[in-house]
T-cell receptor
């Protein structure tokens, strides 16, 4: 089966510019996650969608970050305006979440963002 | 914050078993132990998970102590391709999020 697709793979922008990342999850996976991974650290959850509804966005910096998942499939994550500290790899993951069942998250390759 | 503690780095000789420890002394009764790994420039990849019994699959074995306060991931015959960061995560299966710590950087040496 096809994996989680993300684009672009790399992006370089200047601070205060805007940027958007795209994610296409595995077909049939209702749950979609966006993580931020700063160099040397583990991934940190930014937002979780169940179908097209937000389940958890408690760690999303909402003054500059936004995300949507229209029609419950693809998702976009946007940063506007970007700051230097936003330089990181942005990972998208999806899962077939079953309450009470084990949860395997499938990750995409990530988008490496560099803010200059 | 992550609920687990792992050594920051480990080395292992190619062909030997790699034993990666994880402490999770505050684990609750309905929380599972999950292991993921992240090879350079890739997203994390699921390895194995368990509740209280030892588990084995084609990739690894998971040994959980009887009091469930620690566990060990075993790669029985490590290869160079096993060089990666290994994350130990505890999570229930009723909606808790995965909280990744910094993990253990395993270097498999020729």
């Amino acid at each position: 089966e096809a994996g989680v697709a993300q684009s672009p793979r790399y992006k370089i922008i200047e601070k205060r510019q805007s940027v958007a990342f795209w994610c296409n999850p595995i077909s049939g996976h209702a749950t979609l996650y966006w993580y931020q991974q700063i160099l040397g650290q583990g991934p940190k959850l930014l937002i979780q969608f169940q179908n097209n509804g937000v389940v958890d966005d408690s760690q999303l910096p909402k003054d500059r970050f936004s995300a949507e998942r229209l029609k419950g499939v693809d998702s976009t994550l946007k940063i506007q305006p970007a700051k230097l500290e936003d330089s990181a790899v942005y990972l998208c993951a999806s899962s077939f979440e079953l309450a009470g069942g084990y949860n395997e998250q499938f990750f995409g390759p990530g988008t490496r963002l560099t803010v200059l | 914050d992550a609920k687990t503690t792992q050594p920051p780095s480990m080395d292992c000789a190619e062909g030997r078993a790699a034993n990666l420890p994880c402490n999770h002394s505050t684990i609750s009764g309905n929380e599972y132990v999950y292991w993921y790994r992240q090879i350079h420039s890739q997203g994390p990849q699921y390895i194995i998970h368990g509740l209280k019994n030892n588990e084995t699959n084609e990739m690894a074995s998971l040994i959980i102590t009887e009091d469930r306060k620690s566990s060990t991931l075993i790669l029985p015959h490590a290869t160079l391709r096993d060089t990666a960061v290994y994350y130990c995560i505890v999570r229930d299966n009723y909606g808790q999020n995965f909280v990744f710590g910094p993990g253990t950087r395993l270097s498999v040496l020729p």
